[in-house]
């Protein structure tokens, strides 16, 4: 009798009774009521999973790529290629039919290798691969001849200070996380020479190796000398820890011609599906047009833009239209510290209470495992709960953050970010290397990957309630 009571007095509830997920503090809808409306959209979800994976668009996003890494090749920041590669994206999406296709001027930094080598010429003659980090300077004219020092970490570095006078600092140390060694690249010329070193050799930044240098930005510090530097095999890095620890001297030649030029102008590349209720409200992904000089920019990023504008073309050929604008953003300079995304950060802010969410892959699109989200927990909830109607395709994991520098400028400021989770176990094999070609790319798993980011985005998109923060 007394359930009986019970099931009476709750029929009595006001629909709005419990947590409120609304951001603007009306509590308009409950969780219940949340769920149900993301329940709601179960056949779309199959309808795009269906046509990205096994319809007309199946392996179109791979296929795109390929064209366009086969045609314009890399595309570092200020160069030619960068701006044949915008040239090229602002055309192809006009011909795909989105909307609002634009360009946003934006200043980047333009760095220029020029000719490398270096030689192991002591205790025996050795070609040493090599790849000079963004921004370094060049050797003199005449290159740099100078005695090798070998060491794991900044801590033995600084043990080791009066050896290092004069030499070439080699770092060896292990691969642990690429967040954590990442620092011996960005900070070892810096550290090389606050000892008085010549010039810094970094081991690559890379899980695994087929004698294959892997490059990437490196700064200077205001007041300490700009020496050369340039990232070496694990490999040849290897060898020469294995030569030091046995005592034996090791010279080497080193020739850079790097050089460093007035930042260039270059341009964000947008389009849209324009929302048909709230079209000033955004829900924005993303991946990032430019690359390093070596490889075709295929994995990083490649396939993050390509599934983002793939994203915008299913929505589009399902016939849909979401209640928030959908908007595509290509990013330029992002290998150089997201220096497009932070000046389109500075432009757009003033609106930040319209961007529902931003979304970035920038992570590879290999198998997909769920999406990284930041955000509150109520958002993440909700976000959860969207993962569901990606069961078909057995992706429904969230992870605890959202990567990607060029949307931490939206994060940090309380907008919900997300960004895709896929296997990255082969990753840094490839990363920033010439080994990042077409060749790492999988069609069937770039369907997969822009299955979860149509779903996710177009969704989210088309809630009556943005999401809270």
Known sequence: MKYLFLIFFMNFL????????????????????????????????????DLAVHGEAQNRSYERLAVFADTIGPRLSGSKNLDAAIKYMFSALQEDRLENVHLEPVKVPHWERGEEFAMMLE???????????????????????????????????????????????????????????????????????????????????????????????????????????ACISVEDAEMMSRM??????????????????????SLNTVAEIV???????????????????????AMDDGGGAFISWEALSLVKDLGLRPKRTLRLVLWTGEEQGGVGAEQYYQLHKENISNFDIVMESDEGTFKPMGL?????????????????LLLPINVTNIYDTAEGIDIDYWMRDGVPGASLHDDISKYFWFHHSHGDTMTVQDPNQMN???AVWTVVSYVIADMEEMLPR
């Not at 997920?21 to 309808?47: C, H, P, Q, V």
């Not at 990284?372 to 569901?388: L, Q, S, W, Y």
């Open 244 to 265: 030091s620890l046995r005592g034996t001297k090791i010279v080497v030649y080193l020739k850079m011609g790097a050089k460093t030029y007035p930042d260039s102008s």
């Open 372 to 388: 990284g989200f930041t955000g509150t927990d109520e958002a993440r909830d909700i976000v959860k709960e969207i993962m569901t």
């Open 448 to 450: 997969l990957c822009a």
């Open 123 to 229: 205790p025996r003659n050795h070609s040493i691969a090599i790849l000079g980090l963004g921004n370094s300077v060049a050797t003199p004219p005449e290159g740099i001849t100078a005695e090798v020092i070998v060491v794991a970490s900044f801590d033995e570095l600084h043990r080791r200070a009066q050896e290092a006078k004069g030499k070439v600092v080699v770092y060896n140390q292990p691969f642990i996380t690429y967040g954590e060694t990442v620092q011996y690249r960005s900070q070892g010329a810096v550290e090389a020479a606050k000892v008085g070193a010549v010039a810094s050799l970094i081991r690559s930044i890379a899980s695994f190796s087929i004698h294959s240098p892997h490059t990437g930005w490196q700064n200077y510090q205001p007041g300490v000398p700009q020496i050369p530097t």
């Open 275 to 297: 929302g048909s209720k709230y079209p000033e409200q955004i829900v924005l992904v993303s991946g990032h047009l430019d690359s390093w000089d070596v490889g075709q920019g």
């Open 14 to 49: 006001p629909p709005c009774a419990g947590k409120s997920l609304s951001r603007d503090g009306n509590y308009s809808k409950t969780f219940e009521d949340i769920k149900k409306e993301i329940g709601g959209y179960s056949n779309i979800a199959k309808a795009i999973i």
